[in-house]
């Protein structure tokens, strides 16, 4: 068997006239430093969870992106975190609103392993994650200036918004290991200027999260309420599974479930054979994959 890897920064309405060369080589950067991690993993025979998750760490350390530090603002200024994993044996592990924990994909890894639940939330997370011994931060060190100055414009209107035009974005990753397990994890701030307590798809599993060795393992990016009305990322495995679609048309059919449901945004999966896909129906959608002997990243 071999291994396959694929990791996302997130899917949005991300113009071409957006971004400068500067902010395209950053994101770039650090789509590489995450598949490096993620490779150097399964390339010495270790888990697809273990992959997934250290991929996910170098992503929530890279300010880029909209996770860990440099994560969007919720309402009250400050960060709200959300962080899953799934193995292919269908552990599970996430958490919800991070406040201090400086890795909550490293969290959400502490619940898959402790095993007694499937998810934390609140202020009970952080308090778990030090008895875990995780290291934490002042809430301060997530928040950079440039997501200060966009909570300002997005709060004066008003709204609550997607992370688009930035180079920013959820992020996430999926691999196969050599030895045909699966995992899936996403990690992520949310929307700028959330309601406080909002919770997207990204910890949700089966909404924007899922894993299964006999079908396939899922990360979903974009607007999340549809993407949990249509549990995107269990129904690709059902369709994998219950009627016989390969993988690449089961995630492009729930893409357009997900339209349907007025959503947009991109998922990244792989099935149990290895077949890596990373569709996206928006602007943009920072990804890259990885197989022995294969690497790509790409925005548009």
């Known amino acids: 068997m071999s291994w396959s890897l694929a990791i996302h920064g997130g899917a949005g309405l991300v113009r071409r006239d957006s971004l400068g060369p500067d902010e395209i080589r950053t994101a770039e950067a650090g789509l590489n430093a995450a598949l490096d991690a993620g490779v150097r993993v399964l390339g010495s025979g270790g888990t697809a969870l273990d992959a997934v998750t250290e991929a996910i760490v170098v992503l929530e350390e890279w300010p880029c992106f909209n996770a860990g530090r440099g994560a969007v603002l919720a309402e009250h200024g400050g960060v709200e975190l959300d962080a899953a994993l799934m193995d292919g044996?269908?552990?599970?592990?996430?958490?919800t609103g991070v406040r201090s924990t400086r890795n909550p994909v490293r969290l959400a890894r502490e619940v898959l392993e402790d095993g007694h639940h499937v998810?934390?939330?609140?202020?009970?997370?952080?308090?778990?994650?030090?008895?875990?011994?995780?290291?934490?931060?002042?809430?301060?060190?997530?928040?950079?200036?440039?997501?200060?100055?966009?909570?300002?414009?997005?709060g004066g209107s008003g709204g609550v918004y997607l992370d688009h035009?930035?180079?920013?974005?959820?992020?996430g990753a999926v691999a196969r290991d050599v030895h045909g397990g699966l995992a899936a994890?996403?990690?992520t701030g949310?929307?700028?200027?959330?309601?406080?307590?909002?919770?997207?798809?990204?910890?949700?599993?089966?909404?924007g999260t899922f894993a299964w060795n006999r079908t396939c393992a899922v990360a979903a990016t974009g607007h999340g309420e549809p993407f949990v009305r249509a549990c995107a990322a269990h129904r690709i495995?059902?369709?994998?599974?219950?009627?016989?679609?390969?993988l690449a048309d089961a995630a492009d059919r729930v893409l357009a479930e997900v339209r349907?449901?007025?959503?947009?945004?991109?998922?990244?999966?792989?099935?149990a054979q290895g077949t890596l896909v990373t569709p996206f129906d928006s602007g943009g959608m920072?990804?890259?994959?990885?197989?022995?002997?294969?690497?790509?990243?790409?925005?548009?």
């Open 89 to 95: 044996g269908r552990r599970v592990g996430a958490v």
């Open 119 to 154: 998810m934390l939330a609140g202020p009970g997370t952080d308090r778990w994650a030090r008895l875990r011994g995780l290291e934490q931060v002042d809430p301060a060190w997530f928040v950079t200036t440039a997501r200060s100055e966009q909570l300002a414009r997005v």
């Open 165 to 171: 035009d930035d180079v920013t974005g959820t992020v």
């Open 185 to 187: 994890g996403n990690s």
């Open 190 to 207: 949310g929307m700028v200027n959330k309601r406080q307590g909002r919770v997207g798809d990204s910890p949700v599993i089966g909404g």
């Open 237 to 246: 495995s059902d369709l994998i599974e219950l009627a016989g679609l390969s």
């Open 260 to 271: 349907e449901l007025g959503g947009t945004g991109g998922v990244i999966a792989v099935d």
């Open 286 to 300: 920072y990804r890259g994959t990885a197989r022995p002997g294969e690497r790509h990243v790409a925005i548009w």
